[in-house]
C-alpha cells in the first residue's frame, strides 16, 4: 500500500532473527466483515455439534455485542 509520499505501509511489521514480516491487512466493509464473521461463527458451531455427538460435552457460544464493532 502506497503512503502519500509513495512509502509502502504496513498494519504491522514483526523482526524474527534476521527476517522481518510486513503484515498487510484487508480492507473490507462493515457489511463484509460481519459476512465473514457469521461464517466463521456457522463453522465453529458446526464444528462443537459433531464434537459433542462423540464426546458429550456441551458448550454454549454467545456472541458479545459490545466487543464486536
Known sequence: MQGERG????DKTYHIGG??????APKISEEE????LKEIARVI???????????????EVKK???NNK
Request: proline share 0%.
Open 7 to 10: 512509502e509502502i505501509s504496513y
Open 64 to 66: 458479545d455485542t459490545e
Open 33 to 36: 466483515k460481519e459476512k465473514r
Open 45 to 59: 458451531m458446526m464444528l462443537l455439534e459433531l464434537s459433542e455427538g462423540s464426546s458429550g460435552l456441551h458448550v
Open 19 to 24: 527476517t522481518t514480516i510486513h503484515i498487510v
